[in-house]
């Protein structure tokens, strides 16, 4: 069957809903996914660090450094039951980001996996980390080096996490790698951060010429009765600033928001035209030059 769209369903977890669980969790995501399934979604993507939600069931005295352990090893045990969740009801999960230990470093990551009801899972390490991650008295992540470019339905996908987007550099790279859709896992507690977060990933839907969708979690996860960091993001999905898409490049926006009841609200994406856009990525757009490597440009500094 081809296919010319995605609709993708983002969910903005919310962190305050209590858990007992990790078992609690993953019932939690085969709900929304089963949800999300039966709504014709292709895709349900989650916020990076759900580990965060974890903590209502963490145990206690734990440090840090152990809440990156721990977490990792809650992470082992989740993403396989994921896995086998996006294959039940044949739907994609990009299942958030996590602490994850690295096969050959034995270090800790941030990682984003991403598993499909008809192929083999892909995964991408943070590569740019904020200053709690990389903080050795912190969660003492080490960095990502590869950005994955995989194949699912015909179209070509790949994902980065929360930062990544930020870096133009990183998004000068992939523009040469002919992407359909770039999916964004995100946490950011200052409005600040959102508006890093979502202004970047829009300005990568024009750099690139293709569809971006980007997710973020919502309030504050508890650790034995105390309240961890209230966590503020929305929801879009951006695509480049043409005519024929409507001029503006917002295709699809949850606002921003701290606040909200449940499990969270879920914006769908319905029918992201990644067909189309790769047409006038390949064909006549209006101003897009295509992969602008900069080389003849030199900055002269007048002062």
Known sequence: MKHDTLTVAHWAENLGYPLRSLDDWLKLVEKQAATAAKKKADILLMPEHTGEHWMYFAPKPLELADETRWIAQQAAIAMPAIARIAKKHNIAILAGSSSWKHEKTGKFRNRAWMFFPD?????????????????????????????????????????????????????????????????????????????????????????????????????????????????????????????????TGIFSDMPLHDKTTGAGKILYSRSIPVGKIRRLRHGKPEAWPGPFDAKHVKIVDNA
């Open 119 to 247: 192929r083999k899972p892909v995964f991408h390490d943070k590569l740019v980390m904020t200053p709690s991650e990389k903080d050795p008295c912190g969660w003492d992540f080490e960095t990502g080096s590869e950005v994955k470019v995989f194949k699912w339905r015909g179209f070509r996908l790949s994902m980065v996490i929360c930062l990544d987007i930020e870096m133009p550099h990183v998004g000068h790279k992939m523009a040469q790698a002919d992407i359909d859709l770039l999916l964004v896992p995100s946490m950011t507690v200052k409005k600040a951060g959102y508006h890093r977060v979502y202004s970047c990933a829009r300005a990568r839907a024009v750099e690139l010429m293709t569809a971006v969708v980007v997710v973020g979690n919502v309030g504050a996860a508890k650790k034995h009765g105390s309240v961890r960091d209230v966590y503020r993001s929305g929801a879009a999905t951006y695509i480049p600033s043409e005519e024929v898409f409507g001029h």
